[in-house]
């Protein structure tokens, strides 16, 4: 079975300062991992996807996310946060075994100040 | 290219009303479809997914009801409302195999139960 782990309930910085949201995952097998963001009221948007090609992934608005296995790891991150990333953000494993059902992490939520 | 539809937006319903959420998918063929709640401030609990018309698995006992009438129509129903089920519903598609975590959000129905 897989798991996922996100550290952080809430991370919060300054607009125009680095972003690191971490995620750890537990999986049997090579994992597909996925990140999505959340805006207030609204469905979920995927930033990126990792499915075992280059392990330093680049997703949209600057976001990225390096899998690390030795680590088990997927932690994402930006250089520079702007306003507009303040969202819920979920860490996601895709499911083994013939399950039909990603393993979605319990989010972070960032908060940018400006 | 893809799309979902999900409706209504909000609505709010008094106890012991009947519920009906609709999400449709335009742009492909035999998606695996699901439900999702999200209850104020947590993270997404699995309602029910399928994988087929007529296929349904629930994932968590309550008074709610799933149904796929047709290869891309996914419907939430409940017989009688409970304070409980307010929260924020949101449906969603995805194609499978190595990308089953690759899923694809509505913009979500906000249902608040009085």
């Known amino acids: 079975a897989q798991s996922v782990t996100q550290l952080d309930s809430h991370v919060s910085v300054s607009e125009g300062t680095p972003v690191l949201l971490r995620c750890n995952y537990s999986s049997s097998y090579s994992p597909s991992l996925f990140w999505y963001v959340q805006h207030p009221n609204k469905g979920l948007q995927l930033l990126l996807k990792y499915t075992s090609a280059a392990t330093l992934v680049k997703g949209i608005n600057g976001f990225e996310a390096e899998f690390k296995k030795s680590e088990t790891s997927f932690h994402l991150t930006k250089p520079s946060a702007h306003m507009s990333d303040a969202a819920e953000y979920f860490c996601v494993v895709s499911p083994s075994g013939g399950s039909y059902i990603p393993t979605f992490g319990r989010g972070t939520s960032l908060i940018v100040h400006p | 290219s893809q799309t979902i539809h999900q409706w209504p937006a909000t609505l709010v319903q008094p106890v012991g009303s009947p519920l009906s959420l609709e999400c449709t998918v335009e742009g492909t063929s035999n998606p695996n479809l699901y439900w999702y709640r999200q209850a104020a401030g947590r993270g997404l609990q699995l309602l029910f997914y399928s994988v087929g018309i007529g296929q349904i698995s629930s994932e968590v006992p309550q008074n709610l009801s799933a149904s796929r009438p047709q290869d891309r129509q996914f419907i939430l129903s409940s017989k009688k409302l409970l304070l409980s089920d307010s929260g924020f519903y949101l449906c969603?598609?995805?194609?499978?195999?190595?990308?089953?975590?690759?899923?694809?959000f509505g913009e979500g129905s906000r249902l608040t139960v009085l």
């Open positions: 969603a598609w995805g194609g499978g195999g190595p990308n089953t975590g690759e899923l694809f």
